[in-house]
């Protein structure tokens, strides 16, 4: 007993390429009606990576692009550590900052805090994914590709331990077996559903 290893439940496709593409089409087209005169696109890193490059190609509009990289001291405890700052001041700027996905909404809280004291024009946050269920602090969000309900997701950007982020579609995966095992979803994923692998 407790020996044998858990089979893993099977990922389930929450967006293909093809949902996605509409997605970000109309994420693009919801920026650009509100920033005609262009933005700061401020990309959170490493979740955001896919999603902003498909992003800013779907603007009508001139971004600059900044990235802030980011890591967590502890999960869901909000406390965030700022490894790479951005290279623009964006004092009187306006600000879209782009994130993978919002939780409990901690890590968001630092960013619009930080980014707040700033003092850009405006600062409005898009986000791939919504997991309003999960919400500790209030997250404004202007921009929202999917609301998610409470399961754990990757793909298109989101890891579990610095895996899968090159998944051409999201999916929903089992926690608990990526906990035990990181690369419980390799075979699944980067086989029999057609996604592009390693190579
Ligand atoms: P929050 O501070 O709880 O809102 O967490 C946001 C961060 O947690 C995201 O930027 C992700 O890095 C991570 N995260 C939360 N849920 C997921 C998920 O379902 N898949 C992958 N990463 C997640």
């Known amino acids: 007993m407790g020996t044998e ?118 600062l409005e946050v898009c986000t791939l994914l919504d997991k309003r269920v999960r919400r500790i602090l209030p997250a404004p969000l202007a921009y929202v590709g999917f609301e998610v309900p409470d399961v754990f997701v990757l793909g298109y950007g989101l890891d579990f331990a610095g895996r899968y982020r090159n998944l051409d579609m999201l999916v929903t995966a089992d926690a608990v077996a990526l906990t035990a095992d990181p690369d419980a979803y390799v075979d699944q994923l980067y086989r029999s559903h057609g996604a592009r692998g390693p190579g």
């Open 5 to 122: 290893s858990r089979v893993p439940r099977p990922p389930e496709v929450l967006a293909d390429r093809q949902a996605i593409e509409a997605t970000v089409t109309r994420l693009g087209r919801e920026i650009s009606a509100r920033h005609r005169d262009g933005l700061v696109i401020v990309a959170v890193l490493k979740g955001s990576l896919l999603f902003v490059s498909d992003l800013v190609r779907s603007l009508t509009v001139q971004p600059v692009v900044e990235f802030l990289a980011i890591s967590r001291y502890e999960p869901d405890s909000g406390r965030v550590r700022i490894l790479k700052d951005l290279d623009l001041d964006v004092t009187g700027r306006d600000v879209v900052l782009v994130e993978d996905i919002v939780d409990t909404g901690l890590t968001l809280g630092f960013l619009l805090g930080e980014l707040g004291r700033r003092s850009p024009a405006s």
